[in-house]
């Protein structure tokens, strides 16, 4: 009699392992079936890309962080409204790089490489509000390359060497715009010595560029010979950024009466 229960209690033993068993099997496959088509719906946008896409809040994001990338590929969406591109390898932007993403809302380069932003790198993100540029190995810029982004509210300019001289005068200029509060914070210059640490929110233009750098003919345009004495706007500069604006300083300008 012995022998019998004890050979009933192993077989239900067996049993209760064969069922649990199964069981762990079934929630195993049905995971790794969720995943696969997760993942299948992340990716089916950009086949052969190791980028991800998804929606979040009806907006759609394109994450490809952190995947050595040298360059924006051809094939991704074009009703992004969100691109992340930080961690990656990209060294210069180039003229019409991101043209087609007529939608874009944010664009996130910040840690790259990037030294070199050709002036029409932004033409066509008239809808961007938000540019992440820290992190990367650029030493100048001028307000012009943002005639591109006239929706443009947040830019993060730090951790860049900037070489605080004439050529960065017109950024510091349109940083510093009252209305531009949320533009360049925390951007410092590196170069020369004597300006390293200064805020581009608050260093004077006078500090950028002396009266005999001016005089250099690498830093001023040649200016057209006055035919009769009267307002020239050649000879002032125009900031289109983020308000039309004309700055006539220092263009040696006379008043007549």
Same mark, same amino acid.
């Given at each position: 009699?012995?022998?019998?229960?004890?050979?009933?209690?192993?077989?239900?033993?067996?049993?209760?392992?064969?069922?649990?068993?199964?069981?762990? /099997?079934?929630?195993?496959?049905?995971?790794? /079936?969720?995943?696969?088509? !997760?993942?299948?719906?992340?990716?089916?946008?950009?086949?052969?890309?190791?980028?991800?896409?998804?929606?979040?809040?009806?907006?759609?994001?394109?994450?490809?962080?952190?995947?050595?990338?040298?360059?924006? !590929?051809?094939?991704?969406?074009?009703?992004?409204?969100?691109?992340?591109?930080?961690?990656?390898?990209?060294?210069?932007?180039?003229?019409?790089?991101?043209?087609?993403?007529?939608?874009?809302?944010?664009?996130?380069?910040?840690?790259?490489?990037?030294?070199?932003?050709?002036?029409? !790198?932004?033409?066509?993100? /008239?809808?961007?509000?938000?540019?992440?540029?820290?992190?990367?190995?650029?030493? &100048?810029?001028?307000?012009?390359?943002?005639? +591109?982004? $006239?929706?443009?509210? +947040?830019?993060?300019?730090?951790?860049?060497?900037?070489?605080?001289?004439?050529?960065?005068?017109?950024?510091?200029?349109?940083?510093?715009? $009252?209305?531009?509060?949320?533009?360049?914070?925390?951007?410092?210059?590196? #170069? $020369?010595?004597?300006?390293?640490?200064?805020?581009?929110?608050?260093?004077?233009?006078? =500090?950028?560029? &002396?009266?005999?750098?001016?005089?250099?003919? =690498? /830093?001023?345009?040649?200016?057209?010979? !006055?035919?009769?004495?009267?307002?020239?706007?050649?000879?002032? #500069?125009?900031?289109?950024? $983020?308000?039309?604006?004309?700055?006539?300083?220092?263009?040696?300008?006379?008043?007549?009466?």
């Amino acid at each position: 009699m012995q022998v019998v229960t004890i050979i009933i209690l192993l077989l239900l033993c067996k049993a209760s392992d064969f069922r649990k068993t199964r069981n762990r /099997n079934l929630r195993k496959n049905e995971r790794e /079936n969720i995943l696969r088509r !997760a993942s299948s719906t992340v990716k089916r946008n950009v086949q052969g890309q190791p980028c991800d896409i998804y929606v979040y809040l009806h907006e759609k994001y394109l994450d490809c962080q952190e995947r050595k990338l040298v360059f924006v !590929a051809p094939d991704w969406p074009e009703d992004l409204k969100h691109m992340l591109l930080a961690r990656n390898r990209i060294r210069k932007l180039k003229n019409n790089m991101f043209s087609k993403y007529k939608v874009l809302k944010s664009l996130d380069l910040q840690q790259n490489d990037i030294s070199k932003i050709e002036s029409q !790198a932004f033409f066509g993100l /008239n809808k961007l509000t938000t540019l992440l540029l820290q992190h990367n190995q650029i030493k &100048s810029l001028s307000e012009e390359i943002f005639i +591109y982004t $006239p929706s443009l509210n +947040y830019l993060r300019l730090y951790d860049n060497p900037w070489h605080c001289n004439c050529e960065l005068e017109t950024l510091v200029t349109m940083l510093q715009v $009252p209305t531009n509060r949320n533009l360049g914070n925390y951007a410092k210059c590196v #170069h $020369p010595i004597e300006l390293k640490n200064q805020k581009l929110k608050q260093i004077k233009a006078e =500090q950028l560029c &002396s009266e005999e750098d001016r005089q250099d003919p =690498q /830093n001023i345009k040649q200016k057209p010979e !006055a035919t009769k004495p009267e307002f020239d706007s050649s000879l002032c #500069h125009m900031y289109v950024f $983020p308000v039309p604006t004309l700055n006539c300083k220092r263009k040696g300008l006379y008043l007549f009466f």
